[in-house]
C-alpha cells in the first residue's frame, strides 16, 4: 500500500514586503546585502493577530479542494509548525475545528524547518500501515512573531505563510521512500531558548543562530539524506525530475544541487519571494510547481528540509 499525493494547496498573507521596505522600517540593511548573501528579494508577513492556523486553514481548502476531497472523509490531520496559535489545543486540532471534519486523528509536529518532511514522513508510515486512508499535511507558520525586528542578522531572512498537501492510500506508486533525522547535540546552533513559566516569558523569546554553522550543517545533511532518499528507492539522483529543498538560502539550496549532482533547472526555487517559511517552504513551493505545470504525474520529485534541533529529512515520490 502506498501513500499518493492527490492535492496541493497554499497561502501566502498579504502583499511582498521587499529588502527595501524592511530598510525603509528603520532595519540597518540594504538590498544588495540580502540578496548577495541569500537570494531572497521578499517575504510576506502576516497582520496582526494572523495565525497559523488561518494561514494553514486555506491552504488546506485549496488542497482539499484540488484533491476533490470532503473535510470530513479524512482520517489523520498533521500540522507541521514551531508558531502553533496556542500552547494547546494544536494547530491541527484548531484546523480540523474549522475544516468540520470530527474523529479524525489530529497532532501537531515540532521539527522546525523539517517540519513538513517529518509530518509526511509520519503521514506516510500512518497510510502504509493499513490505519489511515486519508491525510491532511499542512505546514504554516508565523515566524514573524518570533524575530528579533533588532536583529539585522536574522529578521531579514524568514516570512509567513503555509501549505498543505491531501495524501490518500493506493496500490499505485505514491511516495517511495522517506527518511528523518535529529542531532540533539547541535540544539544551541538555532533556536528559540524562551518558556512560559508562571504566567512570565522567561529565558529569551527570540530566534537565535549562528549563521555559518547553520549553512555548513545544512548543505551537509540535505545532500547526505537526499541519496539516502534515493538509495532506499533504488535511483539515483540523475533519475529525480524535480528537488524541493528546504528554502532558506539561495547558496544552500545552490550548494546542495551541485553536491547532487542536481543542476538549477530541476530545482525548485521560491526562496526569492518567500523568505524562510520554515515548515511551510517545502509545501509552498511544491504547490506553487504543481498549479504552474512544471510538476507532471508520473515525475519523481524529491522533498527535503533542515532545521533547528536540528533535524532534517526527505521524502521522494512519484506524483
Ligand atoms: C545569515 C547569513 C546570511 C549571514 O551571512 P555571513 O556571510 O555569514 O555574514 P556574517 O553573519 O558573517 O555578517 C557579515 C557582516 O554583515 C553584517 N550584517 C548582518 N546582517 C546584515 C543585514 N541584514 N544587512 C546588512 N548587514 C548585515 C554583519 O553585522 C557583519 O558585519 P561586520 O563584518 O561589520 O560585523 C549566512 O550565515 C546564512 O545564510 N546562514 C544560514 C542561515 C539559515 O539558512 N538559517 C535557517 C536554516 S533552517
Redesign the pocket.
Known amino acids: 500500500m502506498y501513500s499518493r499525493l492527490i492535492g496541493t494547496g497554499s497561502f501566502l498573507p498579504g502583499n511582498p514586503v521587499s529588502n527595501a521596505d524592511l530598510a525603509g522600517r528603520g532595519?540597518?540593511?540594504?538590498d544588495d546585502?540580502?540578496v548577495t548573501?541569500?537570494g531572497i528579494r521578499s517575504r510576506h508577513l502576516a497582520a496582526p493577530g494572523v495565525t497559523s492556523s488561518e494561514l494553514g486553514l486555506e491552504a488546506a481548502r485549496r488542497a482539499l479542494d484540488m484533491a476533490g476531497v470532503d473535510a470530513a472523509d479524512l482520517d489523520l490531520i498533521i500540522v507541521a509548525t514551531s508558531t502553533p496559535d496556542f500552547i494547546f489545543p494544536s494547530t491541527a486540532c484548531l484546523i480540523q475545528g474549522k475544516l468540520g471534519n470530527k474523529g479524525a486523528t489530529a497532532f501537531d509536529v515540532q521539527a522546525?524547518?523539517a517540519g513538513f518532511a517529518y509530518a509526511l514522513g509520519i503521514a506516510d508510515k500512518f497510510i502504509a500501515s493499513g490505519s489511515h486512508k486519508k491525510a491532511l499535511v499542512i505546514g504554516a507558520e508565523v515566524f514573524s512573531r518570533i524575530l528579533d525586528w533588532q536583529d539585522?542578522?536574522?529578521?531579514?531572512?524568514f516570512g509567513d505563510g503555509a501549505g498543505a498537501i491531501v495524501l490518500e492510500a493506493s496500490d499505485k506508486p505514491g511516495i517511495l521512500a522517506t527518511a528523518l533525522h535529529a542531532d540533539g547535540s547541535q540544539s544551541g546552533i538555532?533556536n528559540v531558548p524562551g518558556q512560559i513559566c508562571g504566567g512570565q516569558v522567561t529565558g529569551d523569546p527570540f530566534l537565535r543562530?549562528d549563521?555559518?554553522a547553520?549553512?555548513k550543517f545544512?548543505v551537509r545533511v540535505l545532500s547526505e539524506v537526499a541519496e539516502e532518499v534515493c538509495a532506499a528507492a533504488g535511483l539515483s539522483t540523475a533519475e529525480v525530475d524535480w528537488l524541493i529543498p528546504?528554502q532558506?538560502?539561495i547558496?544552500?539550496i545552490e550548494a546542495t544541487g551541485k553536491k547532487l549532482g542536481v543542476d538549477r533547472g530541476r530545482i525548485i526555487v521560491t526562496v526569492d519571494r518567500h523568505g524562510?517559511t520554515?515548515a511551510a517552504s517545502v509545501p509552498l513551493a511544491l504547490d506553487e510547481a504543481v498549479r504552474d505545470g512544471r510538476i507532471r504525474r508520473g515525475q519523481k520529485v524529491l522533498v527535503e528540509g533542515?532545521?533547528?534541533g536540528f533535524t532534517w529529512g526527505a521524502a521522494l515520490f512519484e506524483f
Open positions: 532595519i540597518d540593511t540594504n546585502w540580502i548573501r541569500t522546525v524547518c539585522r542578522g536574522t529578521c531579514v531572512l538555532l543562530m549563521g555559518q547553520v549553512f545544512a528546504h532558506a538560502n547558496r544552500i524562510n520554515s533542515v532545521g533547528g
